[in-house]
């Protein structure tokens, strides 16, 4: 059996929407088991010479977890990422590898594991509901956590919106330390400043992106986070004075500028990678299936 599954990239946290908005886009990792092949990990594209090629491999200890979970047996495969997602970046590379590996998991088992199963066992693999959410249902992702786990209603974006992601080549942040530089306490009105925003994010991302400039300001994150990643904040500085509504990406170090008519991100230097990817409104899909 030959199974090979699309997994696109997502831009989390979006400006007020902390640990509860991600939108996904048209960047994708590809993951591909072989139940004929030479057993063993395959890395192709970002990461070929960082990420492991052993049972370590986090696509790999995916496919592996959720075995144990249904208590199935898995057969001898080789597995290939095909990586397009930049490393440490904000662009939920980690939530591709294990959304990738449930669903090849759930597949080469024959698990059939509902929507809200799999959700939930992706957000405790990755730690953030958010971003795998977004990557397992496409669109923009409205993640939060209710009684019975966690839960992700998907919502549809405008089709209007035009993101830009400006991608650093010297900076890179690990979630964890993007993570440690948040307060403990938060003051209330700077709570129900971002209240307010997230809600009106919810709006300008779906149907009106032209409240988008105001639509991701925020006080929780993006101020403790930006002083880690310096060339990353000078330039989101920039952007937001030029009038571009700009929010960092997952938890930087890179940015999403949201491009409106002919107004575009003029050209950054060779310091900082530009991609314009589509919105992805399918998220993650077995795509091809030879049995």
């Given amino acids: 059996m030959k199974l090979r599954v699309r997994v696109p990239a997502t831009l989390a946290n979006l400006g007020p929407g902390f640990d509860c908005l991600a939108l996904a886009v048209d960047l994708v990792n590809e993951f591909t088991v072989d139940t004929g092949g030479e057993p063993g990990v395959e890395v ?21 977890h959720l075995a144990r979970a249904v ?16 490393l440490q970046r904000g662009l939920g590379s980690s939530a591709s590898a294990v959304v990738g590996g449930l669903l090849l998991g759930d597949r080469l088992l024959g698990a059939e594991l509902s929507p809200h199963r799999l959700l939930g066992m992706a957000a405790d693999l990755e730690g953030h509901a958010d971003n795998v959410g977004a990557c397992l249902r496409g669109g923009l992702a409205l993640a939060y956590l209710s009684s019975d786990g966690w839960r992700a209603e998907r919502l549809q ?3 209007e919106l035009a993101p830009a992601v400006l991608v650093p080549l010297g900076e890179r942040i690990a979630t964890e330390d993007a993570r440690r530089a948040l307060p403990r306490r938060v003051p209330l009105a700077d709570a129900s ?20 400039g105001a639509a991701l300001e925020d006080r929780l994150h ?26 960092v990406a997952g938890s930087g170090p890179s940015i ?8 575009r991100v003029s050209e950054l230097g060779p310091g900082w990678r530009v991609l314009r990817p589509a919105v992805d409104v399918a998220g993650a899909s077995i795509v091809e299936s030879i049995g």
């Fill in 44 to 64: 192709e594209g970002e990461g070929a010479d960082e990420l492991p090629r052993d049972a370590t491999n986090l696509a790999f200890r995916s496919i592996a």
């Fill in 71 to 86: 208590g199935g047996s898995l057969p001898a495969f080789g597995l290939r990422c095909t990586n397009l997602i930049p």
């Fill in 157 to 159: 974006p405008s089709p």
């Fill in 193 to 212: 400043f971002n209240v307010g925003r997230a809600a009106l994010a919810v709006l300008a991302l779906t149907l009106r992106p032209d409240l988008l």
């Fill in 222 to 247: 993006q101020p403790h986070r930006l002083p880690l990643m310096p060339a990353t904040r000078a330039l989101f500085e920039d952007l937001r004075q030029a009038g571009f509504p700009v929010c």
């Fill in 256 to 263: 999403v500028a949201f491009e409106q008519g002919e107004r």
